[in-house]
């Protein structure tokens, strides 16, 4: 997939000939989000330099920009849990066959997705290794040998780490890869109610990464039977919708895995009675799906649209010396800019090189989705303003420099604001409600998020996943979310036409 031009560094003129300013972008944009999502989607995170296309297939480079996204989102969480007094730790990467198919549901789940090391130089190994496509029966060997009497719960673990789940079509930055990071939370209790407590908690720091982040409106709720993870009592998930594609996407998940991995790994402890019991856990997840989340909901046909809060940049200052101007006073200013905004902890920095235009400039920072851009000119040195363009709409303001910092802020707040509510509204615009199969139908072919009443058996989830087979991809269950519309008694399923006992979102999915 092709990226933008490759630029020059800024210091790069040679032997004392004439700089060339470089005014064409080059960075356009070939594809159009409304008209090609993939292609468009595939161009925008190479030209903004998130990531770089790797010489295996499904692995990708996290370039800065990117990973400075993730870095935001693992100090908020980081921080989070750790006053839960959960602790981080890091297991190996690497799993032997009897322990990872000691829990029959869960690798089976996996199996399709597991890569193994089946050499050690040009020598065959005695035994195959495993490479950890999610990490619970590499820890929970060690929880068993931990966990003893009730003094030693909660046991509260968190690891940062990769996993590798090698077998998929179609491959996705950020999306689908053979390769992801992530954290993964492992916790066991001395009760049930411990447990489900915890399940919420995390899955309420899920919500706030999206909807507090990334701008992004994301829906709480329960998977069914059929999509729980593998193994687990239930899954509860963060479920978010990318109105382009017409595709749910599983944001995070928080799962209870009741006593099933007890059982199996014998984690027992003996309680304050003396009595021998079987601990409850729980495990959960978010990874670096989050990005490219962002990047299909916020981005546009100029580039990246970055949510202030995730921007490794929030401000570009950009100086604009016309000929005759005062080149020196109006590059003073951007720097004074710079270090007043910085002081007051703004992530701000002065676009500086002197081989570039302006307007090549504007475009290189829109592409990279820097919320705003403010630009000083001859006009606003002699008027003590700055002009100050905001990245998700194009408004433009002359604002004092005296005023500025207070300003800022409060346009890097509206910004957060009106991207938040924006894919709210787009999203809201793709929520169907659908009381008959012919409804559903019909609002799958035309891409959207389904709310359907449901008698909520495994039978009818199959059924719907069998009739909607076809080139997109089956539809199936997102979540039964937690916030229920009123069930009407009569309500019947739009499948079975059996008693509904629950509204249902459906679609397909990434």
């Known amino acids: 997939m092709g990226g933008g031009e490759k630029k020059t560094n800024s210091g790069s003129s040679g032997g004392g000939k004439k700089k060339e300013v470089k005014k064409e972008t080059g960075l356009g944009l070939s594809f159009k989000k409304d008209e090609n999502f993939g292609e468009w989607y595939s161009e925008v995170v190479v030209n903004s330099e998130m990531i770089e296309y790797y010489d295996i297939s499904g692995c990708y480079i996290l370039r800065p920009w990117a990973i400075s996204i993730w870095e935001i989102i693992q100090t908020f969480f980081d921080a989070e849990i750790k006053k839960m007094e959960i602790k981080n730790c890091y297991f190996p990467l690497f799993v032997s066959p009897g322990v990872l198919q000691k829990e029959k549901d869960h690798i089976e789940g996996f199996a399709p997705e597991v890569a193994w090391v089946t050499k050690s130089g040009k020598s065959d190994l005695e035994v195959p290794i495993a490479i950890r496509p999610t990490s619970e029966t590499v ?43 992530w954290q993964e939370g492992h916790t066991a209790f001395a009760t049930k109610e411990e447990a489900d407590t915890e399940v919420l908690q995390i899955l309420e ?82 990874s670096t799906r989050t990005i490219g989340v962002m990047v299909m909901v916020h981005g546009d046909d100029k580039g990246l649209v970055l949510p202030p809060k995730v921007a490794a940049l929030q401000v570009v200052v950009v100086p604009v010396p016309y000929k005759d101007a005062d080149t020196k006073g109006i590059f003073d200013a951007c720097v004074e800019t710079v270090t007043a905004l910085s002081e007051a902890g703004i992530r701000a920095k002065a676009d500086l090189r002197d081989n570039y235009s302006p307007g090549w400039k504007y475009s290189d920072w829109e592409m990279k989705g820097v919320p705003i851009r403010i630009e000083i000119g001859p006009r606003d040195l002699a008027n003590n303003q700055v002009r100050v363009v905001r990245r998700d709409n194009g408004a433009k303001s002359d604002i004092s420099r005296v005023f500025l910092v207070e300003q800022v802020k409060g346009i890097l707040d509206k910004i957060h604001e009106n991207l938040f509510e924006i894919a709210k509204q787009k999203r809201d615009a793709c929520i169907q409600v659908a009381r008959t199969w012919d409804e559903f139908v ?31 991809g089956a539809a199936k269950s997102l979540c039964t979310p937690f916030d229920q519309p009123e069930l009407p008694e009569g309500t019947k399923c739009f499948v079975s036409g059996k008693p509904a006992k629950k509204w249902t979102y459906w679609g397909r999915s990434y």
């Open 205 to 286: 720091l899920y919500r706030q990464i999206y909807e507090e982040f990334l701008a992004i409106p994301v829906i709480k709720g329960k998977k069914t039977e059929m999509e729980k993870f593998a193994g687990g009592l239930y899954t509860t998930s963060v479920e978010a919708f990318i109105p382009n594609s017409g595709r749910g996407i599983q944001g995070a998940t928080s799962h209870c895995l009741g006593q099933n991995f007890a059982k199996m790994f014998e984690i027992n402890f003996e309680n304050e009675k003396g009595e021998k019991s079987m601990v409850w856990q729980n495990s959960w997840a978010y």
């Open 139 to 181: 820890m929970y060997p060690y929880y068993s040998k931990w966990i003893r009497g009730h003094r030693d719960l909660p046991l509260k673990l968190n690891q940062w780490c990769n996993v590798v789940r090698w077998e998929f079509s179609n491959p996705t930055p950020f999306i689908r890869s053979r390769e992801f990071l």
């Open 442 to 472: 019909k609002a799958i072919g035309e891409k959207k998020m389904i709310l359907a009443p449901w008698c909520d058996e495994e039978d009818i989830e199959k059924e719907v996943k069998e009739r909607t087979k076809g080139e997109l």
